[in-house]
């Protein structure tokens, strides 16, 4: 599975979108980016995940390039429990997940 | 749905003792995951199962850690003899058959050797 890059951290403002970014330049045709994120001391939640293009659910929105070498994870309007690691992940004919150090949001009041 | 169980959530134990881990995957679920989270190495995967059946154990780390699948709804991690090092919080996910599809986690079980 390709290798992804994302910020060591960021802060985001509460009620404001939160944008988080990924990058995955060496993503294959059949790779799908998906996204997770670990709040403090619980497992990991699958948030959303794409192929090409752009999708939506009631947590977020993926917007993937056309290009597909990088991504970003929309929270259109963060809260505090929206403070968590997020994870970009790309993933292919793999069954597990391969995790990445991850972007710290810490969303402020 | 209760969601993946896993236990104990806690365990505290010293050097050289056994430990089991438990998990308890969604029902329906044929695809069970056991992945060890340390500040040092993040997450990783040890072993996954599909159908009961160990599928890639190749991250297990030595022959100390074993883990098994007796049927659908019960798996085990067990660590004998435990090590400071092995230290960590072990999750449990599952997932169904279709390639794509979402793996749920469970809360963890926060292991302290001492």
């Known amino acids: 599975d390709a290798k992804t890059t994302q910020p060591t951290s960021m802060d985001c403002a509460e009620g404001r979108a939160a944008n988080l970014p990924c990058n995955h330049s060496t993503i294959s045709g059949n790779e799908y980016v998906y996204w997770y994120r670990q709040i403090h001391s619980q497992g990991p939640q699958y948030i959303i995940h794409g192929l090409k293009n752009n999708e939506t659910n009631e947590m977020a929105s993926l917007i993937i390039t056309e290009d597909r070498k990088s991504s970003t994870l929309i929270l259109p309007h963060a809260t505090l429990r929206d403070t968590a690691v997020y994870y970009c992940i790309v993933r292919g004919s793999a069954r597990q997940l391969t995790f990445g150090s991850g972007t710290q949001l810490t969303v402020l009041p | 749905d209760a969601g993946v169980i896993q236990s104990p959530r806690h365990e505290v134990t010293e050097m050289g003792q056994e430990v089991t881990l438990r998990c308890k995957p969604i029902?329906?679920?044929?695809?069970l995951f056991w992945y060890r989270q340390t500040m040092m190495r993040g997450l990783e995967l040890l072993i996954y199962?599909?159908?009961?059946?160990?599928?890639?154990d190749s991250g297990m780390p030595e022959d100390r850690f074993s883990a098994k699948m007796p049927n659908a709804s019960f798996s085990t991690l067990k660590i004998q003899p435990s090590e400071p090092r092995d230290s960590a919080v072990y999750f449990c996910?599952?997932?169904?058959?279709?390639?794509?599809?979402?793996?749920?986690f469970g809360p963890g079980t926060r292991l302290l050797v001492l």
């Open positions: 996910a599952s997932s169904l058959t279709r390639l794509q599809e979402t793996q749920y």
């Open positions: 029902s329906g679920h044929d695809y």
């Open positions: 199962f599909n159908n009961n059946v160990p599928i890639d």
